[in-house]
């Protein structure tokens, strides 16, 4: 990749310091009173969704209720942080990148000319790559080189009102596969290092995560905002032998907003076990209905029957009689009966007992979410991190007090989420929301609870 001058990544830096600056002073409602309520949603919404996806969960014995999940919820193992009790909300400022901030990061990329303005934000094409920046959604952007054009892996949108970045998923020329296997893409070391002066020029640090590729690694920093680890709002950088390929992130830092009170993260803890569910794409125990089964073996018929072994051959009815004679072979022109395969001997399907997620401590970091209100924005919430032991994220929960939530409106037209006997209404095939019995966070019995928290 290119070097960015001394000069211009000093620019950058202070800019973008001076943001995160202003960022760090809360601020209450602007009437002086509450909050307004957030329409982020809340917990009630939830609950519903996973009451009705219990009832048609399959049952033990592969009746309507047998366990399907493979998931047993977290359980507290260590302790649990009540402080802070308030914190603000942030959002990105509505000003829109100038022309000039587009210069001063094509020149962290390596890339220089003259931006040209689209309905929705700025383009700079030039023979070494293209750079997009987009007007709002805290000024996202994207960059990808000449030579990746073609199959771009982000792009901002900068012609249409809703746009958003996307990524790109490009087959080989004319279909076919890559007749050798790429090389490895830089090790983490390389790929840190050539990513290096483009994140210090945006004044971009916090959580970073390497993924080896081939041929292309990736980093994935997700920045810190008044000292607060952030969700959502991560910068993407794709790099290869020759530099950095493609990336992505937000020009603009987000500003403080009404300052809102917390419920504690044991109380946001307990909140988990009333949101839905995946269904798993996953079976196990016997498949209900007797006979042969999907999987070459016999299962148990009806109740009161006798339940053949397994692997024994399939049972052969005796000759019909008609009019009292039996008829040993077909009439003349009839159809030969249909050979049946003996069935495959199979195992039972074993059912999965996976162990509690062991939840060590949280701390207060931000989230996005979308705010529907009268001013709809998208928005950065304050959210309690549950960690394991290694420090990784497990999960997270909206730290806000509910009193100060509320559920989006529907949209017109859109029904409200509901269950049909087959099953679950909308959705992509193998996840719904609620599609299995809601697993209650096992809570470790503490000085603060004796006893765990409700569970299916």
Known sequence: MHATSTPTRATLCLATAALLLTGCASQKSASGGKPPKLLIGTNDKVAPAAAAGAAIA???????????RIFAGYVIAGTLPDQPTHAPIYLWPSTKPSQSDVVKLATALGISGTPTRHAHGWELKTAAGDL????DQGQQWSYVRADAEQCPAFQVDIDNGDGVSTGFACAAPGGAPSPSAPANGPDEATTKAAAASLLAALGVSGDEQFNSGAPVSDLTVSPTVAGLPTQGIETNINVDARGIMAATGQLQAPTAGDDYPLITAKAA?????????????MYCGPIPG????????IQPPAAGGASPALGAPMPIAPPVPVNSATVASPPVGASPPIEVSPPIEVSPVPCPTPEPIKI????????????ATTAAATILVPAWFYTLADSSVATTAIAVDPAYLGTPPVPAGVASTS?????????????SAGAVPPVGPAVAPTAASSKPAPSS
């Open 132 to 135: 997009r920046v987009r007007d």
């Open 360 to 371: 060590t401590g949280a701390e207060l970091g931000l989230q996005i979410e979308y705010n």
């Open 58 to 68: 399959p049952a033990p014995g592969g009746g309507r209720d047998a366990p399907m």
């Open 419 to 431: 269950v049909a006997p087959g099953g679950p209404a909308g959705g992509s095939p193998g996840f």
């Open 290 to 297: 007797g006979g042969p089964n999907r999987f070459g073996g």
């Open 269 to 281: 803890f307990d909140s988990i076990a009333a949101r839905p569910e995946p269904m798993i794409a």
